[in-house]
């Protein structure tokens, strides 16, 4: 490959880091909708239950008013009894009249009881209703401030996204059309990450050892190769290695790692 001006290698990098940022940015923006289903979730299951609660509240009292209905029927019946027993003839009769008015009395006593029963669930549940509401209008608050800050966000990530996009439109009409090229054919062979950093012969994309030629060719710094194992773009990052080498000296051959496991040192 011929030699490549530096800056054409620095913008192609920095091309793939924008690209990561968009990428990251159109990932946020694509939990954007599921964020906002979530709350939508939530709201609809405290409606939800509030609902169910008013449901029953609704059985409770329609409950309650079929026992009234019947109370009053039995205590007709029971007024009707009496007038009957003035007016019997026969001992048997009269007897039967009374068990009659017995058997209405302990019936209207456990109709009695089943009623305040009742009403100590329609209590019981109209608090519940009360603080249901209460919850659910609370709910409906936070919800709506939640996504004001979710929506807030969504801006900001569009707007962050437009700039970036923007950066790489630039970046893109200063670096030579067939390095792109190349760079878009390995994108579409190894995803997002296509070039990547060469350091003490290991390729920071496979992590395995390059071939000490290939390591010396890239210690120019004005060249890309294809690693062998991933077949991503490779070069050379001088500044990722100064601190682990003697200032003023150049890589040679002794320096690369035994390239035999082909697996990082």
Sequence with gaps: MKSIPKEQIDTLIRIQELEKQAYLFNAKLNEIPKKLGA?????????????????????????????????????????????????????????????????????????EDDMLLVLEQIDHFESLVSEKKKETETLYQKIAMDKKVIQAEAEEAKNNLANIKGKIEESIKV????????????Q?????????????????????????????????????????????????????????RSPGLEAGPEESPNTKGQGAP
């Design 175 to 186: 670096v030579d059309p067939v390095l792109f090229t190349r760079y878009n054919w390995v």
């Design 39 to 111: 709350l939508d979730l939530n709201l609809e299951i405290s409606k939800e239950a509030e609902n169910t609660m008013e449901s029953e509240l609704k059985d409770l009292k329609k409950k309650y008013r079929a026992m009234e209905d019947e109370t009053r029927f039995s205590q007709g019946q029971e007024q009707k009894n009496q007038e009957k027993l003035r007016s019997v003839k026969t001992n048997k009769e009269y007897q039967s009249s009374l068990k009659e008015i017995e058997d209405l009395k302990k019936k209207m006593s456990a109709m």
């Design 188 to 244: 579409q062979k190894v995803g997002r990450l296509a070039i990547v950093s060469v350091v003490k012969s290991v390729c920071q994309g496979c992590h395995l050892n390059i071939p000490p030629q290939m390591y010396n060719e890239l210690h120019r710094g004005d060249t890309i190769r294809f690693c062998p194992h991933c077949q991503r773009m490779i070069y050379w990052n001088g500044g990722s290695e100064q601190h682990k």
